[in-house]
T-cell receptor, first 113, second 116 residues
Framework: SQKIEQNSEALNIQEGKTATLTCNYTNYSPAYLQWYRQDPGRGPVFLLLIRENEKEKRKERLKVTFDTTLKQSLFHITASQPADSATYLCALRRGGGGNKLTFGTGTQLKVEL | GAVVSQHPSWVICKSGTSVKIECRSLDFQATTMFWYRQFPKQSLMLMATSNEGSKATYEQGVEKDKFLINHASLTLSTLTVTSAHPEDSSFYIC????????????FGQGTRLTVV
């Protein structure tokens, strides 16, 4: 089965800096990979999706890269703000139909003033 | 658009009782919904796939008689935790996707279940 690993330790950065989060997966390469944000006590919120034939995807201050050779995705938040503090999850779609996901362990990001 | 609503947000129940959690897609129809469970400091783990009009599909290790799933309409799936025990205390979250946006999963707010 697919296994997804993210930085297990919390990432603390200063406001204005770029946060970089890593997602590594084993086994097969998925057709696409997704990133979600989760705040404490809330359900995840979709942020970005990147397909296997895309090297990079951007949305406002967010950037995602996808390297199917390394089996790795990097998630960047530029000009980070305290409001970006949350847990970020990468997810891969599982087989069997529907948007059924396997999630990574998540990385907690704290942006300090 | 694409809002998923879960109810209740939190519930405390006594050991041995049953608890029902509802998941509704408010502005789209969902033939399939998914139920996840999340323990503190851990990631979401898929429990089961809820299929409208047919039986749910459970992941390995999830007891179907304990976690009853009913998907009676295209906008509602329910998860009933039967004979709850303290080890069932967790954060339960559902998700669904509209057909035309099926690459994004839309999650409910989650339900914090505490069994005492």
């Amino acid at each position: 089965s697919q296994k997804i690993e993210q930085n297990s330790e919390a990432l603390n950065i200063q406001e204005g800096k770029t946060a970089t989060l890593t997602c590594n997966y084993t086994n097969y390469s998925p057709a696409y990979l997704q990133w979600y944000r989760q705040d404490p006590g809330r359900g995840p919120v979709f942020l970005l999706l990147i397909r296997e034939n895309e090297k990079e995807k951007r949305k406002e201050r967010l950037k995602v890269t996808f390297d199917t050779t390394l089996k790795q995705s990097l998630f960047h938040i530029t000009a980070s703000q305290p409001a970006d503090s949350a847990t970020y999850l990468c997810a891969l779609r599982r087989g069997g139909g529907g948007n059924k996901l396997t999630f990574g362990t998540g990385t907690q990001l704290k942006v300090e003033l | 658009g694409a809002v998923v609503s879960q109810h209740p947000s939190w519930v405390i129940c006594k050991s041995g009782t049953s608890v029902k959690i509802e998941c509704r897609s408010l502005d789209f129809q969902a033939t399939t919904m998914f139920w996840y469970r999340q323990f503190p400091k851990q990631s979401l783990m898929l429990m089961a796939t809820s299929n409208e009009g047919s039986k749910a599909t459970y992941e390995q290790g999830v007891e179907k008689d304990k976690f009853l799933i009913n998907h009676a309409s295209l906008t509602l799936s329910t998860l009933t935790v039967t004979s709850a025990h303290p080890e069932d205390s967790s954060f339960y979250i559902c998700s669904a996707s509209p057909q035309d946006r099926d690459t994004e999963a839309f999650f409910g707010q989650g339900t914090r279940l505490t069994v005492v």
